[in-house]
């Protein structure tokens, strides 16, 4: 089964940082876009990033200047600064069906979903 496989979360204080990482089983993702996605408990999954190789990477409001996502030929990451307790959720990753981050909010425009890596922020 073609999926992404995520590491890299764990429980930090606030103000601490986490990496994560996301890397193909059984494929290349460096073509096309690819995102970062987190789900808080009893809240809708919600678009974190988005990266292409095109026009660069887009993040949500709430984690811009904070978070930055990058990648290389075979992985995906998540470098996170600054963590808050708001951003305590699963985070998962999945490819884009397009190379542009076009309507890079929508799970719907995404595949090879992981299972997620969670992220605890508590004091």
């Known amino acids: 089964q073609l999926q992404f496989v995520e590491s890299g979360g764990g429980l930090v204080q606030p103000g601490g940082s986490l990496r994560l990482s996301c890397n193909g089983s059984g494929f290349t993702s460096d073509y096309y876009a690819a995102g970062w996605f987190r789900q808080a408990p009893g809240k809708e999954r919600e678009g974190v990033a988005c990266v292409d190789n095109t026009s660069g990477d887009t993040y949500a409001d709430s984690v811009k200047g904070r978070f930055t996502i990058s990648r290389d030929n075979a992985a995906v990451y998540l470098q996170m600064d600054n963590l808050r307790p708001e951003d305590t959720a699963v985070y998962s990753c999945?490819?884009?069906?397009?190379?542009?981050?076009?309507?890079?909010?929508?799970?719907?425009?995404?595949?090879?979903w992981g299972r997620g890596t969670q992220v605890t922020v508590s004091p």
């Open positions: 999945a490819l884009h069906y397009s190379v542009l981050c076009s309507g890079w909010r929508k799970p719907s425009n995404y595949r090879f």
